[in-house]
């Protein structure tokens, strides 16, 4: 059930948008600069800053210009600005070349600054109060100035001032709760900060509760990343055990994550689908979401666990999972490419020969559905069911019980737009929402056609499309129109 830590699932994806409580104040999801400000104006000393040696020196071409367009360039004043940070001897030598030059000072100097300032405090045993007063004066100037920053360079400061984190304790779970937003929210699959959040998860366990743990380890199922920290999972569990019943929803929220990851504990499990804890959240205002979840639990169990021998949802507690396509991809339905491909299989196949945004059961929404002969022949869809039997096993038992020769031959496969926002930001793993969705159905028995973003923003026009939606068909040995028969 588990997989190697640290490492994407390469066999599917995952799945679920989610809604979490949020105590006063705290349902917003930050930006990137108030991300910043927050963590610089957070108490700093220099023996934190020992995580910047860790980070590789930073290269000015990679950070892309300030909102004016600024870029360093070889042998102007700007790159032996940046040289002088790089070789300066002193924090307060740092520190001077940053305020004498005004004019020179770009969004990239500030995080060579950051890290050219952690190498001099390390190095020095007991660092001066005038040298703890350089590291206040720089972040203020960085508090400051952000508001010009484009977004990869404000990500870089915040990546180093996180860094700033050997000692987790000193940091408030308020300041990792945003930490963890901000990388859900912006998809950044950033394994040093991913660690350091599951570290401080570890360190302070005692003292979360599950309302905080909930928003901590959100980004590590929407974002498909198992910690390396061994204790992740077992914290999780023993938080579990010990707060289940205080916050229904916060409770369901956590095992949404772990099943992302593929570790759903047992014991939770039981506690979730015993009669008293749905008759606690009967009538309660998140009732209906906490339903949903516990139906998506319940498939993930039916599929991923064959072994739980526990309780389980009742039937008349089940509803739809996904009845409708998620919210990002409505927000994004003009950016999308599922209208174009719905023309290019309308010209290739006819439209009575594939379903657009049909959900199947248990309340998976598809992209594109087609159903398929045994030969290979692509078939109208009005004549077929397009819907395969959920429960699988029980259904296929049940079948094969009562008539072997009745067994349905019909193919389902399901076309899988994959568009750049199902993707964290590196644009090479799946987000936790999509690639629960395809494991699902992959395990129902739909045969997955995956359609990548960067194989549909290179066709150049419809005829092109036609082309490679035909060449990704045939692959599959379809055949339609007078040859399918």
């Not at 600069?33 to 800053?49: D, E, G, W, Y």
């Not at 072994?307 to 949802?313: A, D, K």
Request: hydrophobic share 35%; net charge positive; glycine share 6%.
């Amino acid at each position: 059930m588990r997989r190697p830590r640290g490492e994407p699932d390469s066999r599917a994806p995952r799945s679920t948008e989610r809604v979490t409580c949020a105590g006063p104040g705290e349902s917003w999801s930050p930006s990137p600069t108030s991300m910043l400000r927050i963590l610089l104006s957070a108490q700093t000393s220099p023996a934190r800053l020992s995580g910047l040696l860790l980070v590789p020196p930073v290269q000015p071409c990679c950070l892309g210009p300030s909102k004016s367009g600024d870029r360093p360039c070889g042998g102007s004043p700007v790159q032996g600005l940046q040289r002088l940070l790089e070789q300066a001897r002193s924090p307060g030598e740092l520190l001077r070349w940053l305020s004498q030059n005004p004019t020179k000072v770009r969004a990239h100097h500030y995080p060579v600054a950051l890290r050219r300032l952690g190498q001099l405090l390390v190095s020095q045993p007991r660092p001066s109060p005038v040298e703890q007063s350089t590291l206040q004066d720089l972040s203020q100037l960085i508090i400051r100035n952000c508001p010009s920053f484009d977004v990869h360079t404000i990500h870089v400061c915040l990546h180093l001032a996180v860094l700033l984190e050997a000692r987790p304790e000193e940091l408030t779970p308020h300041v990792m709760v945003l930490l963890a937003q901000h990388l859900a929210r912006h998809r950044l699959r950033e394994p040093q900060l991913l660690e350091a959040i599951a570290h401080f998860l570890v360190v302070e366990e005692a003292q979360l509760n599950s309302k905080v743990v909930q928003k901590l380890v959100l980004p590590f199922g929407r974002l498909n990343y198992l910690p390396l920290e061994q204790q992740f999972i077992p914290c999780l569990e023993r938080i579990l055990a010990r707060e289940a019943g205080m916050a229904p929803l916060a409770t369901v929220n956590i095992l949404m994550s772990l099943c992302q990851l593929q570790c759903l504990p047992f014991r939770a499990l039981e506690f979730v689908f015993s009669p008293s804890f749905i008759n606690h959240i009967s009538g309660t205002p998140p009732s209906l979401i906490v339903r949903r979840y516990l139906s998506l639990l319940d498939t993930a169990v039916e599929l991923e666990l064959p072994e739980y021998q526990g309780p389980r949802l009742p039937q008349r507690q089940r509803v739809p999972i996904f009845p409708q396509p998620l919210i990002t991809d409505r927000a994004r339905c003009k950016y999308s490419h599922k209208d174009i491909v719905a023309e290019g299989l309308r010209q290739l196949l006819g439209e009575e020969k594939y379903c657009r945004d049909l959900t199947v059961p248990p309340g998976y929404c598809t992209d594109f559905l087609l159903c398929v002969g045994s030969s290979g022949a692509v078939l109208p869809v009005r004549t077929q069911d397009p819907f395969l039997p959920y429960p699988p096993r029980s259904c296929r038992q049940d079948q094969a019980d009562s008539n072997p020769t009745t067994q349905d031959s019909t193919q389902r496969v399901v076309l899988m737009l994959r568009e750049r926002w199902h993707f964290c930001r590196d644009g090479r793993v799946l987000l936790g929402s999509r690639a629960l969705r395809e494991r699902h159905l992959g395990l129902m028995g739909y045969q997955l056609l995956p359609l990548p973003f960067e194989e549909l923003e290179s066709q150049r026009g419809l005829p092109q499309l036609k082309s490679y939606l035909r060449q990704k068909l045939q692959a599959l040995g379809l055949r339609w129109g007078p040859e399918g028969g």
